[in-house]
């Protein structure tokens, strides 16, 4: 059986199952009735709590949780893992072989052999939260060609017969000078015009379930570093009759680590629900 171990260091989310456990504890008991969901993948420390709030909002009754992740160009093709399990804190989450194979096909897929934190961190919450359940692992690129992907992530599992739920992996904006993006300079004025300007604008593109405004918004506003992954959970919940997202808690990481100041470089941070 070929597992596929950690690539992130330990920093990124706890690697002890209690200490997980622990930090997830607040969002065990919460019962939620999402199809799908859009959820930030920094490290825990600065986006876990509005991760889970988005993984936990999914509903329990489900065979397989498909984690989209991103960070690829709307040239790349898609990407899947093609071991047997994913290393988590909680042991091995078993990867569907079956819905995969079937994907791999309607997507023409490759395989993922990269480090990339856009699925990983978030699989710690997604195996607590579904123990029993089974994992699909992909990454689609910026291409309004994920919103159909995600269109046909439900039709192969209705083919197959599976129940399953939907994640879509990404941050918003990335400002400042660790990013080569400060287009309102430094301060207070900066950390609002992206609060209330540029994720405010991609947000409500994201809510109106309007995938091409999405898309224009992340390539023209750099306000979304994983668009493919949102436009795949985009067109899976559109494909269940759920068009616009319910925002469930917003942030950036300023509002964490800012030591009384707001630092120069920040990011922001969004959990969204659909249905």
Partial sequence: MQIREYSLPAGWYPRDPKEAASFLKPFSDKSGSAKAAICPHAGWYYSGKIAARGVSS??????TIAVIGGHLPASSSVL????????TPFGNFFIDSEL????????NGAQDKYRDNTVEVLLPMVHHFF????LLWLRLPASLDSFEAGKKIYEAA????????????TDLTHYGANYGFSPRGKGSAALKWVKEVNDAGFIKAVEEGNPSLALKRAESDFSSCSAGAVLGAMGYASSCGNGGAKLLEYGTSADIDNAGEIPDSFVGYAAFSFG
Avoid: H, T
């Fill in 131 to 134: 123990p029993d359940k089974k």
């Fill in 58 to 63: 999914l509903e329990k009754d489900c065979d």
């Fill in 100 to 107: 995969r194979a079937e994907l791999f096909k309607k997507l």
């Fill in 80 to 87: 899947f893992a093609m071991e047997d399990a994913v290393r």
């Fill in 158 to 169: 209705q083919e197959l017969g599976k129940k399953i739920n939907v994640i879509g992996s």
